[in-house]
């Protein structure tokens, strides 16, 4: 997870104007915005590495996948094309279906939570 904030978070910060497109109508300063979630993407990818920081960067990142959340619609309902990534709901519908598994995965990476996994009672 580490690796896929840290990559997604560069390529934010050297690509900003790709990712304008999705960004809703009503979020302020679009551009900054998108920097600003380029650097929370790579903060997270190294806070999550960092043992008294992973619980918090977990928990955070697992934030920011539910905010990021309204672009993903508006970019899946108008269809904005941003190359390369694809235009068809073949693309969009499993990108929102796996929003919640992002969710999951960084609560999961930083040991918040341990569901399915954890160990049954005897």
């Known amino acids: 997870m580490a690796a896929f ?4 978070g560069v390529v934010h ?3 900003p104007e790709a990712f304008l497109p999705i960004v809703p109508d009503w979020v302020p300063l679009p551009r900054e ?4 979630t380029g650097v929370c993407e790579i903060a997270g990818s190294i806070a999550l590495m960092t043992p008294p920081l992973r619980r918090l960067a977990g928990v955070m990142l697992a934030l920011y996948a539910v905010c ?5 619609i508006k970019h899946a309902l ?3 094309h941003v190359p390369p990534v694809p ?3 073949w693309y969009h519908a ?4 796996l929003q919640p598994v992002l969710v999951w995965w ?3 990476c930083a040991g918040v939570i341990d569901w399915p996994f954890a160990a049954r009672p005897k």
Request: no cysteine.
């Open 106 to 108: 960084a609560l999961f």
């Open 78 to 80: 108008e269809g904005i």
């Open 5 to 8: 904030y840290l990559a997604a």
């Open 33 to 36: 915005t998108v920097l600003a």
């Open 13 to 15: 910060l050297l690509a």
């Open 94 to 97: 499993p990108r929102l279906a």
């Open 68 to 72: 990021v959340l309204p672009a993903n």
């Open 87 to 89: 235009d068809g709901w």
